[in-house]
């Protein structure tokens, strides 16, 4: 069985600094794993994702992530935060394209001018 | 791009009702899910389906049923409503390359 642990229910950073949501997860087999933030009363939009290849991959808005087979870790990054980032943010693991997704429980990021 | 519509943002329905949440995709996408969404607890799968009129239990099905008589739309049905499926309820559905596309969700109130 899957399973994926966010590290920090909330984060709290200042405008500007540095966004590090931390995730981890558990497969027996190489897994796809993503990340999606959700806005407030919206549905979850897809950040990033990495299945194959280049294991730092890039997303949308400044975010990053990187793949660590031996650390088992897919932490998602950004140099400097925007108020524009405060949203819930989801890390999820699934083992092939034929398989569902599971979620962590999220990370509520606040951002503080 | 992807649409994923949910036929309602907000419902609030009192205990015992049957209540039936809608999901519509314009992608032919053959895998649609239901999850609900709880503080604290992340999104659990309630019911998943592959294909039309297929479908297979996600974590958490009980109290819940589904339908897919077309592929377009995917239906979660709870039978008799009670306090503890208030919640946020969300659709999506899956692409060739595992990536989930999500509705804007259903907010269930029951009381």
């Known amino acids: 069985a899957q399973s994926v642990t966010q590290l920090g229910s909330h984060v709290s950073v200042s405008e500007g600094a540095l966004v590090l949501l931390r995730c981890n997860y558990s497969?027996?087999?190489?897994?796809?794993l993503f990340w999606y933030v959700q806005y407030p009363n919206q549905g979850l939009q897809l950040l990033l994702k990495?299945?194959?290849?280049?294991?730092l991959v890039k997303g949308i808005n400044g975010f990053e992530a990187e793949f660590k087979k031996s650390e088992t870790s897919f932490h998602l990054t950004k140099p400097s935060a925007h108020m524009s980032d405060a949203a819930e943010y989801f890390c999820?693991?699934?083992?092939?394209?034929?398989?569902?997704?599971?979620f962590g429980e999220g990370t509520q990021l606040t951002v503080n001018p | 791009d992807v649409k994923v519509t949910q036929s309602s943002r907000y419902l609030v329905k009192r205990t015992g009702e049957k209540v039936f949440l809608e999901c519509v995709q314009d992608?032919?996408?053959?895998?649609m899910f239901w999850y609900r969404q709880d503080p604290g607890l992340g999104l659990r799968l309630i019911y998943f389906s592959y294909d039309v009129k297929m479908k297979e239990k996600g974590d958490i099905p009980e109290g819940y049923s589904v339908s897919r008589e077309k592929k377009e739309r995917f239906s979660l049905i709870l039978e008799s409503a009670s306090t503890n499926q208030t919640s946020m309820y969300l659709c999506?559905?899956?692409?060739?390359?595992?990536?989930?596309?999500f509705g804007p969700g259903t907010r269930l109130t029951v009381t």
């Open positions: 999506a559905i899956r692409d060739r390359v595992a990536e989930q596309y």
């Open positions: 999820a693991v699934t083992k092939t394209s034929g398989s569902r997704l599971t």
């Open positions: 992608m032919d996408h053959e895998n």
């Open positions: 990495y299945t194959t290849g280049a294991t």
């Open positions: 497969s027996s087999v190489p897994p796809y």
